[in-house]
């Protein structure tokens, strides 16, 4: 027996029943649901990409910024202190044009940062980029002990040797009472006695080779120094703070300083702070100052108890071609501002 299909209602005679599959509309239908679950999940996945990139990069400037200022906060909190916890400083030195020499002012702002001499040059690594700085002095223990005396000394005598010591370097004595800083004109490591006298060859020199205040004595002969027997000898030290040019060629924090009668050395700090901008409190007054408007006032800086300092900082590039690739949104760079105000330990008042 022959079984004819009805090709136009797409059943077999007397079935009763239509052929399976789809139909045109309906797997268009179909491809339309699926390309609307692929988008779906594909903007989910471009959602929480963007999520994490943008936690990425606030992660990165708040811990920069974190990081920063707690490098800065401490110099600033110890700006003018000494291992003698003596208020009473002076130089001996003779008139230090050099602002790395300069101790008179252990807590200084700049407006403008090319004031400042001694910072790296043009295309250098440390160059400075951005405006506002800021110069702390302090001085940290050398490590080195005096000679155990009953009573007043005349001299500097070492209680042993060292080989930490050398001619030119610029040192500090101090007690509870006084400090006063020098330059070394004469020491041999092979013996405890370091000399400080006038003249010589070194630069800027001593002013006098006395040490006690008030600084200068003019006295002739004779070494009129009289230090306390629990006297002790640091190093004193210029930091300056300011925003250079790193080796990848982006910005950063630097941090600058010497130590004894060697140059300043560009230290960097914290990549991706691209600018500082630094107000200062004087005692007495409602408002913070720009580092101008406090020089135009006599004895200013020794008046300044605190500053409220503003980083600008940015997180790492996207792009792989950028020196500090990383994490960031919209293949821009994430920037946020952060500022905090930090008091001068040694200045707040009782």
Known sequence: MIISRDSRRGQFPGSGRRLGGFTLVELMIALVLGLLVIAGVGSVFIANKDAYRTNEALSQVQDASRTAFEFVARDVREAGSNPCGAANVASVLDSPSSDWLDWSQPFRGFDDVTDIDGLPGAGEIGEPVD??????????????????????????????????????????????????????????????????????????????????????????????????????????????????????GTRSLFRSRNFQSTAPVPEEMVRGVEGMEIEYHRSGEDVFETATQVDAVGGGWEQVDAARITLTVRSRGLNPSDPDFGSSTDRERLQRDFSTTIAIRNRLGG
């Not at 006297?231 to 990848?248: D, E, F, M, Q």
């Open 131 to 248: 405006e506002h700085a800021l110069r702390l002095g302090k001085a940290e223990d050398s490590g080195i002990a005096l000679e155990a005396v009953t009573g007043p000394r005349a001299n500097i005598t070492l209680e042993s040797a060292t080989s930490q010591i050398s001619d030119g370097d610029i040192l500090m004595v101090c007690d509870a009472d006084k400090a006063t800083i020098f330059q070394t004109t004469n020491y041999n490591s092979n013996n405890t006695t370091l000399v400080h006298n006038t003249g010589g060859s070194y630069t800027p020199g001593n002013l006098t080779k006395c040490l006690n205040h008030p600084v200068p004595q003019l006295v002739s002969g004779g070494n009129c120094t009289t230090l306390s027997p629990t006297s002790y000898l640091v190093v004193p030290t210029n930091t300056v703070w300011y925003i250079g040019t790193n080796a990848a």
